[in-house]
């Protein structure tokens, strides 16, 4: 059964930079969409960033675009999001996902959720 494992968040003073890490294990990432949603307190969930398994082409939202990074690493089946000029309103738990088409199904997986706050 796949699983989803983030790590790197934590305290952050606000212009400073993090990195995000999401294992994979029981499935590739190779052949998935991959990316990266956040949730803050009282506010909806918010998709931040993505890439494609076809062409590994990305997206942004617009709040951090020119900020975050999306890549990955299909030898440690590992997908990263840099981060850099946090801002306060970067706080958030950030989860990875990621969607699967295997014969015609499509399988999500959802990692727990990683803190990230930006505070001085």
């Known amino acids: 059964q796949g699983r989803l494992v983030e790590s790197g968040g934590g305290l952050v003073q606000p212009g400073g930079s993090l990195r995000l890490s999401c294992a994979a294990s029981g499935f590739t990432l190779d052949y998935s969409d991959i990316g990266w949603f956040r949730q803050a307190p009282g506010k909806e969930r918010q998709r931040v960033s993505c890439?494609?398994?076809?062409?590994?082409?990305?997206k942004y939202a617009d709040s951090v675009k020119g900020r975050f990074t999306i890549s990955r690493d299909n030898a440690k089946n590992t997908v990263y999001l840099q981060m850099n000029s946090l801002k306060p309103e970067d706080t958030a738990v950030y989860y990875c996902?990621?969607?699967?088409?295997?014969?015609?199904?499509?399988?999500?997986?959802w990692g727990q959720g990683t803190q990230v706050t930006v505070s001085s």
């Open positions: 890439i494609s398994s076809r062409d590994d082409s990305t």
């Open positions: 996902y990621a969607d699967r088409w295997v014969a015609g199904n499509l399988y999500n997986y």
